[in-house]
């Protein structure tokens, strides 16, 4: 009921910017809580930050200063500016979005596919 579409991602230098988006699509009622979360080869998967639809955010204390996270609830469009990247930034970057999809509060999670950052030293 919920499409998650990523783009941005991509190879970049240490140092580098890259800025990542998270586009929803389908049927629901309201997205209330998005995120982006990364996995590296080998690794598990981690929170990277979080936003609430009122914009409270929360990062992994090793994004924070780094990263940040906004979105455009008008979109329903998440999106997360990196920069200062390093080559430990390096992983699949998925965007996670939790939606009340019916006018039942129920909310759910739904994933999208994922897009590969690669920073290179």
């Known amino acids: 009921q919920v499409q998650l579409v990523e783009s941005g991602g991509g190879l970049v230098q240490t140092g580098g910017s890259l800025r990542l988006s998270c586009a929803a699509s389908g049927r629901f009622v309201r997205i209330n809580f998005m995120g982006w979360y990364r996995q590296a080869p080998g690794k598990q998967r981690e929170m990277v930050a979080t936003?609430?639809?009122?914009?409270?955010?929360d990062y992994a204390d090793s994004v924070k200063g780094r990263f940040t996270i906004s979105r455009d609830n008008a979109k329903n469009t998440v999106y997360l500016q990196m920069t200062s990247l390093a080559p430990e930034d390096t992983a699949v970057y998925s965007c996670?979005?939790?939606?009340?999809?019916?006018?039942?509060?129920?909310?759910?999670?739904?994933w999208g596919q994922g897009t590969h950052v690669t920073v290179s030293s």
């Open positions: 996670n979005a939790r939606a009340q999809v019916s006018v039942r509060p129920n909310e759910y999670d739904y």
């Open positions: 936003i609430t639809r009122g914009a409270s955010t």
